[in-house]
């Protein structure tokens, strides 16, 4: 394309072009960064609460389904049953293979039930709310495994035999190199 046109007008196309980018670029940057800061923001806004990050999760989506209803329920009621919701997900969920036994699911969804209620949220029972927050209870276990597990303390198992493995397979060779 270049050898098409005038020196001069390829060099006045490119820097246009290549401003462009750079601003794409820059603007691209600027927002990812803002997000990034509102990502930390959240990340430690369960300080400023005074609950656990764990606790955290409860209470925002029991914040969120609230505001999406439109029903009433005061924050520091949201921040109570949070805390309650996460004790009983950790008493429920302590077992690795607590999700593939229906009959520990099942303890799990009627105690939430029976606690929602005795907290009064919502004030007037909707199924598709208590979905939500069961939803919330099962991902959380599934997704944040056991805070102990972790961390750092994994163990990595290494395979050494005690005598040379036999070969599969040819002998490595360098890519673009002749073995001889």
């Known amino acids: 394309m270049i050898r098409f046109c005038e020196k001069k007008q390829c060099k006045t196309g490119l820097v246009t072009n290549w401003k462009k980018v750079a601003d794409f670029v820059n603007d691209l940057s600027d927002k ?16 400023k609460l005074g ?3 764990e606790e955290k999760a409860f209470y925002d989506i029991l914040v969120k389904v609230r505001d999406d209803h439109g029903f009433p329920y005061a924050d520091e009621k949201c921040l109570v049953l949070a805390k309650k919701i996460k004790e009983l997900v950790d008493d ?5 293979d607590w999700s593939t036994h229906d009959d520990i699911k099942n303890q799990l969804n009627m105690d939430l039930t029976v606690l ?5 949220y919502p004030p007037e029972w909707d199924e598709e709310i208590f979905e939500k927050v069961m ?17 750092s303390n994994n163990v990595v ?21 002749k073995n001889e």
Request: glycine share 4%.
């Open 32 to 47: 990812l960064l803002n997000i990034f800061q509102d990502l930390q923001e959240d990340k430690i806004s369960f300080e």
């Open 51 to 53: 609950i656990t990050y």
């Open 92 to 96: 429920k969920a302590q077992y690795a």
């Open 116 to 120: 929602l209620y005795q907290n009064g």
């Open 135 to 151: 939803a919330q209870a099962e991902n959380f276990k599934k997704f944040s495994g056991d805070s102990s597990f972790n961390q």
């Open 157 to 177: 198992y290494q395979f050494q035999p005690e005598e040379p493995l036999s070969m599969v397979a040819e002998s490595v060779s360098l890519y673009g190199v």
